[in-house]
Each structure stands twice: as C-alpha cells, then as structure tokens.
C-alpha cells in the first residue's frame, strides 16, 4: 500500500482503467499473435506477488500490452520497470504510465526474442552465482505463440549464465497455456512429463503458482493460464553443455510412447546405432523398456554423461542429425553411405 501512496503524493490525475484504455485507442488482441488481454488488477497484482518481493527492484516485464501487470509491478515500489513491446499500438498507453510514474517506466519497443538483456539494467546488481538471487526479475504474460522458444532460450541462458543472468540467478515469473505450465512442472512417471520438464527442472527450481480460468482474458482463451515461477539453481543437475542435454533430452522424448531405448537411438548414426545404443543405455545404467517419461534427472544425467564420451572420442557423433539423414534418404532414395559428396 505504500507503494500506491508514493504514487498518491505524485499528484498526478487519476489513470484510466486497462479497459477505458483499450478503447481509448482502439486495441484489440490480435489472433495470429496469440494476444490475451488480462483486466483484473487483482489478479495483475497476484502475479506480480508471486514474484516475491519487488520493493526497489528492477523488473523486465515481457510484453505489457495495455498494461495489466504493469500497473501491479509499478504498486509494488520497484526502482525501475523495463518493459519490451513489440506492438506499436500499445506504447501510448505505455507512455501514460511512465508519465504516472515519475520516469520508473522504461519503455523498449522490440522483440524480446532478440532483446539484449544482459544491458538492460545498472552492472553494481551483479552478484555472484552461488549468492542470493539478484534483485532483478523477469515477469510477463507471454503470448501462447513465443512462450515456449522463449522458455527455451532463457534456460540456455541459465546455463551459460549470460544474458538477464549476467546478474546473477535472476528469477522468472511466467504465464503459459495450462498444458504447458504442466509440462513445465511435472514430475517423472507423470502423464504431462515431457522434454521441457526436465530441460527446465534440471537448471532451475520450477514452481506452479496458481491457475488463472481463460474467462479472465480478453478475448477468452480456449485454454486456462499457469503462472509459472523459476528460481536457477546453483548447482546444475546436468553438468554439460546446454546443447548436448538438448539434444540427448530431444532425442529420447521423440518416440515419447515407445521404449526409451527407441529414442536414444536418434542419436547415432545407422551403421552404428546398435552397438552405440546398447553401450549408451549399458553405462548410464538405464533400462532400454523405460519409457521416455519415467526417466529421472539423475537417469538424463547418466544419459548425458556417456554421450559426452562418446562423442569425445568420435566428434563427429555431437554432428550427426537424424533428421537430416532423414531428409537426404528420402530425396536420393537410397542408404546414406551410399550417397556420394557430389550428390549434396
């Protein structure tokens, strides 16, 4: 409450509701770039209490839109609030705000997918990895269509410790689709677990904060929203290049129904696959008729481990794409070792 009488004693005239602002300038959620509008401020503000607390803060907010939880970030007596839009129609209604705020506003128009975080705020935030996490956050309302490359592209981050976690274990608070907060958060042998359960529990403490109904959008979602909070951890479970886990977590969850044994071997070229598999599998000591999803962190672990001297031994292994051998079988209809150099 303090944070709205600072606000009070700016003088400044009373703002529009979010909706009076979305007719103010004609806004509309855009379909194709999956856009929901969330009004209810007690909801912005149960959001942005999840994130902990914000008191001389600095926050990244990820797509404000008409500025729902914006309002509840700037209530919660941040220092400073970036936000970065990429929709021009709503950097009006974005500047009415900075204006209330007395300059806390920070208003980047860009994509966030490209945004160079790691310069975004003053470098005396930076605190050690091992330290409590950063006073720095990263809140937002993700559009359906860019939650998950997003995701991904911060937990890379994670693991290289670089972009908004230059400053540290900066925390995270997210919405996404219901299946996928599920996903998210879900434990082995559970029906939701999946590739992003473990890429993202193995870097960061993965916690489900509560379930917003679609009714609370505009327009109504055919699905409900998680909101998801991150805390990277110290330690990683997997201590190997983000890349490799990657592609060895891919790889098996691409037969997610089969045997893990069938997933596994994706990862080796056809003339070796069996014998690979079967040492793969061997010295991680996992059994071949677990499926994908019954496979704990620690089981990924010993996954990741073995490949990664495999592929010590033969580099050209980390190289190999299924996919593309794939591709090129079917194009020339005929076994990749007899597809000559001056067929490519």
């Known amino acids: 409450m303090a944070a709205s009488g600072k606000l009070t004693t700016l003088r400044l005239p009373p703002l529009p509701t979010i909706g009076e602002i979305i007719k103010l300038y004609n806004l509309r959620a855009e379909k194709q770039l999956s856009q929901n509008f969330l009004l209810d401020l007690k909801l912005t503000d149960k959001i942005v209490r999840k994130a902990g ?15 729902g939880i914006t309002r509840s970030i700037l ?41 160079k975080m790691e310069r975004a705020f003053p470098k005396h935030l930076q605190k050690q990895w091992e ?43 997210l919405t996404f689709q219901k299946e996928v907060a599920e996903r998210l958060i879900a434990s082995t042998g559970s029906r939701q677990r999946s590739r992003l359960s473990v890429m993202s529990q193995y870097l960061c403490n993965v ?13 109504k979602p055919e699905v409900d929203v998680g909101v998801v909070h991150f805390t990277p951890l110290i330690k ?19 037969f997610r129904r089969k045997y893990c044994y069938r997933g596994a071997e994706i990862l080796f070229p056809e003339a070796e696959r069996l014998k690979l598999t079967e040492q793969l599998l061997m010295l991680a000591d996992v059994d071949p008729t677990l499926r994908p999803s019954e496979l704990s962190i620690t089981q990924f672990r ?13 580099p050209t292994l980390f190289s190999y794409n299924f996919r593309e051998e794939l591709r090129l079988k079917k194009l020339y209809n005929k076994p990749i070792e007899e597809i000559e150099e001056s067929d490519l």
Request: proline content about 8%; glycine content about 8%; overall charge negative.
């Open 207 to 219: 916690r489900n904060c509560f379930i917003i109904p679609g009714s609370a959008f505009v327009p």
């Open 53 to 67: 607390n914000l008191r001389n803060a600095y926050v990244c907010e990820v797509g404000p839109g008409p500025g």
């Open 131 to 173: 330290d409590d996490p950063p006073n720095v956050h990263i809140i937002g309302n993700l559009p359906f269509n860019v939650s998950t490359p997003l995701i991904i592209k911060w937990l890379e981050q994670v693991a290289n410790k670089n972009g908004p976690f230059t400053y540290g274990r900066t925390q995270m608070t």
């Open 236 to 254: 990683p479970q997997i201590e190997q290049p983000f890349k490799l886990v990657e592609k060895v977590v891919q790889s098996v969850f691409q």
């Open 302 to 314: 010993n996954l990741c481990n073995v490949y990664r001297d495999l592929c010590d031994k033969d």
């Open 75 to 115: 209530q919660a007596g941040v220092e400073e609030l970036l936000v970065v839009e990429k929709d021009t129609r709503f950097l009006p209604g974005l500047q009415l705000l900075n204006e209330a705020s007395s300059g806390k506003l920070r208003i980047v128009h860009g994509d966030i997918l490209t945004y």
